[in-house]
T-cell receptor, first 114, second 113 residues
Framework: DTAVSQTPKYLVTQMGNDKSIKCEQNLGHDTMYWYKQDSKKFLKIMFSYNNKELIINETVPNRFSPKSPDKAHLNLHINSLELGDSAVYFC?????????????FGPGTRLTVT | AQSVSQHNHHVILSEAASLELGCNYSYGGTVNLFWYVQYPGQHLQLLLKYFSGDPLVKGIKGFEAEFIKSKFSFNLRKPSVQWSDTAEYFCAVNPYNNNDMRFGAGTRLTVKP
């Protein structure tokens, strides 16, 4: 059983396109996150949702929009893709509302913008 | 602003050597501390965590870490590394009463057989 799943695993697209990445967790966790990992392996938090409510919204371009239809899902939509968006995007989840216990990460989505 | 520093960018060791990876954070309040490992091409996995109690915590695969509050440090150690420990290691800090999680820049460990 996959705890945190992401689709697709690989995404190759051209500049200017709009794409979405989906994330689902079956752990019953309250909080979900999106991270961007660049080519130097630097891991940067982008967004965090707790029970469908946005609680962390880091300085990312507004071309990135998270959507949480329910607390088990957190999708990431990216408009007008740019070359600099190429990275691996990780979804994660954790238990707890006011504290972050350990995070469980998805397998990642490698986005390549050409 | 809270930050997490991992001073070693790339560490190269031979098998059976001892390992210590540094992690310092700048947050002044109570924190939860974590070490994650990312094997090549894989996602992050939890190695160990510290919430409270004994400052020396043991994790999986023979790793341990020591929380030294006065030094704002949470260094990762392993007495004898194996080739299979080759991976990227991330220190992470979560402030108490907060869902935020901040990661260090990571340390790449290469273990030569």
């Amino acid at each position: 059983d996959t705890a945190v799943s992401q689709t697709p695993k690989y995404l190759v697209t051209q500049m200017g396109n709009d794409k979405s990445i989906k994330c689902e967790q079956n752990l019953g966790h309250d909080t979900m996150y999106w991270y961007k990992q660049d080519s130097k392996k630097f891991l940067k938090i982008m967004f965090s949702y707790n029970n469908k409510e946005l609680i962390i919204n880091e300085t990312v371009p507004n071309r990135f929009s998270p959507k949480s239809p329910d607390k088990a899902h957190l999708n990431l939509h990216i408009n007008s893709l740019e070359l600099g968006d190429s990275a691996v995007y990780f979804c994660a989840s954790s238990q707890g509302t006011h504290r972050a216990y350990e995070q469980y990460f998805g397998p990642g989505t490698r986005l390549t913008v050409t | 602003a809270q930050s997490v520093s991992q001073h070693n960018h790339h560490v190269i060791l031979s098998e059976a050597a001892s390992l210590e990876l540094g992690c310092n954070y700048s947050y002044g309040g109570t924190v939860n501390l974590f070490w994650y490992v990312q094997y090549p091409g894989q996602h992050l996995q939890l190695l160990l965590k510290y919430f409270s109690g004994d400052p020396l915590v043991k994790g999986i695969k023979g790793f341990e870490a020591e929380f030294i509050k006065s030094k704002f440090s949470f260094n990762l150690r392993k007495p004898s590394v194996q080739w299979s420990d080759t991976a990227e290691y991330f220190c992470a800090v979560n402030p108490y009463n907060n869902n935020d999680m901040r990661f260090g820049a990571g340390t790449r460990l290469t273990v030569k057989p």
